[in-house]
């Protein structure tokens, strides 16, 4: 079945360092991809998407490309903020079923001054 | 615009309770999906909601069971409360029935079960 698989965290990087998070998929088909974030005691937002193989979703800094040929869809930022310190969900969306969302496992991102 | 608002904030039951979680979807959106957050996991899919009727269904036991009302805003039921129910329960609304629309979630409500 589909499944979407993290790097286990925590991730701890001093501000201004660059930043990965690895992303790698199962899927049939041709999924949408997602980047969620979620900070303390919130719900999950919405922080960059790419619906379709090479596309490149990006948005506050963030960036991730939808490499099919590798099913990844890794997220990078050039240079990290304190207020970046969050839990970071990958997700696809399973179109032969609702569109249901399948999120990984999350990603524990904490920057120090 | 109105993002998707859920209600109560936190909640806690005792065993073997039932409890009813409440989401307002965001304006223009007709279709809600609820997810179940465990400690520490990512979110599993229970069910979606699309113009009133559900549309798909996770992993879950009859037990959980929702509704959708006309105004497309949902209510998730938890029947026998167990322990292991103790998450933080995730709405998603989107704009459309169509599968590759993007959802977008409320704050949560956060269910201890005691």
């Known amino acids: 079945g589909n499944s979407v698989t993290q790097m286990e965290g925590p991730v701890t990087l001093s501000e201004e360092a660059f930043l990965t998070i690895n992303c790698t998929y199962t899927?049939?088909?041709?999924?949408?991809l997602f980047w969620y974030v979620q900070y303390p005691g919130e719900g999950l937002q919405l922080l960059l998407k790419?619906?379709?193989?090479?596309d490149k979703g990006s948005n506050k800094g963030f960036e991730a490309t939808y490499r099919k040929e590798t099913t990844s869809f890794h997220l990078e930022k050039g240079s990290v903020q304190v207020s970046d310190s969050a839990v970071y969900f990958c997700?696809?969306?399973?179109?032969?079923?609702?569109?249901?969302?399948?999120f990984g496992q999350g990603t524990t991102l904490q920057v120090k001054p | 615009e109105t993002g998707v608002t859920q209600s109560p904030t936190h909640l806690i039951k005792t065993r073997g309770q039932q409890v009813t979680l409440r989401c307002s979807s965001q304006?223009?959106?007709?279709?809600v999906s609820w997810y179940q957050q465990a400690l520490g996991q990512g979110p599993q899919f229970i069910f979606q909601?699309?113009?009133?009727?559900?549309?798909g269904r996770g992993n879950f036991p009859p037990r959980f069971s929702g509704l959708q009302f006309p105004n497309y805003s949902s209510e998730l039921n938890v029947n026998a409360l167990e322990l292991d129910d103790s998450a933080l329960y995730l709405c998603?609304?989107?704009?459309?029935?169509?599968?590759?629309?993007?959802?977008?979630f409320g704050p949560g409500t956060r269910l201890t079960v005691l």
């Open positions: 998603a609304s989107s704009s459309s029935g169509r599968r590759e629309d993007t959802q977008y």
């Open positions: 899927a049939t088909g041709y999924p949408s």
């Open positions: 790419a619906t379709k193989a090479d």
């Open positions: 997700a696809l969306s399973d179109r032969s079923n609702t569109g249901k969302l399948i």
């Open positions: 304006s223009g959106h007709n279709t």
């Open positions: 909601y699309y113009r009133e009727e559900e549309n």
